[in-house]
């Protein structure tokens, strides 16, 4: 028995009740459409602050799927916990993005191949001074076979990890595409990668694209929440 849990984040007290493999969407209401859509036999493992966890089982095999919330603060509490206190072994964030770049349309799948950040989380919390972060290879190479399988194709992509969603900046994703070459911008990845790096564990993400810098193209939250299917069956061919 773990005597670190429940966590302040997470009020499960059985460690078994978690999966190995976690699916981390940001939206804890993208968490029960997953959990509820494509799950059988599910369990609730937390609901504290309205950040719901679901065990249950995919084609047999069992799963787990939480929310991360917005932003690096909060990836990194809950992947955390994940990892360190409940046994977790590998977390696969799936969210949305925008699009810095004219190859990545709306509604497109991305595999993010490295994550850039101007954030000092990693380096606060674990010392590391990178402004890139990198997912795990062996979890990527399992993502790509999963989509090939599927039919589902990919897009890879060094992504950007911002702290800042509103920015009276309106030219900054132009100077990073070009100095850094990031294609899609979300808040969370650059985090997630700095935590499983700290601890062992394996970490990877996949996005959606659900507006463009470049078309302006904007998704609503309710097609967000459940119209990105194809980065959730990539993501569940992990189980």
């Known amino acids: 028995m773990n005597n670190n849990i429940p966590t302040p984040h997470n009020k499960c007290n059985d460690e078994s009740l978690i999966a190995k493999t976690v699916l981390m ?5 993208r968490a029960k459409y997953i959990a509820e859509t494509f799950l059988t036999d599910v369990v609730c493992f937390n609901d504290v602050r309205g950040m719901y966890g679901f065990t249950g089982l995919y084609n047999g095999k069992k799963i787990s799927v939480m929310g991360s919330g917005m932003g690096m603060p909060s990836i ?3 992947s955390y916990e994940l990892f360190a206190f409940y046994g977790v072994e590998q977390i696969v964030r799936i969210g949305s993005a925008g699009s810095y770049d004219a190859s990545l ?5 991305v595999l993010v191949e490295k994550a850039f950040s101007e954030s ?3 380096k ?6 990178s402004k890139f972060q990198s997912p795990s290879k062996v979890l990527n190479n399992k993502l790509e076979k999963g989509a090939k399988e599927l ?3 990919l897009k890879k992509a060094i992504i950007h990890s911002s702290d800042a969603f ?6 900054h994703w132009m100077e990073l595409h070009d100095k850094y070459n990031v294609k899609a911008v979300e808040m969370e990845s650059f ?7 700290e601890l062992g564990k394996k970490a990877a993400c996949l996005l959606t694209i659900s507006d463009s810098f470049i078309t302006h193209e904007v998704t609503s939250s309710e097609e967000r929440q459940k119209n990105f299917n194809n980065m959730i069956k990539v993501a569940l061919s992990l189980a």
């Open 25 to 29: 969407p940001g939206d804890p209401l």
């Open 76 to 78: 990194g509490i809950y």
């Open 105 to 109: 349309n709306v509604y497109d799948t």
């Open 120 to 122: 000092t989380y990693a």
């Open 124 to 129: 606060i919390s674990f010392g590391f001074g």
């Open 151 to 153: 039919g589902i194709e």
């Open 166 to 171: 509103y920015s009276n900046n309106k030219t």
């Open 191 to 197: 985090a997630l990668f700095a935590v499983a790096k």
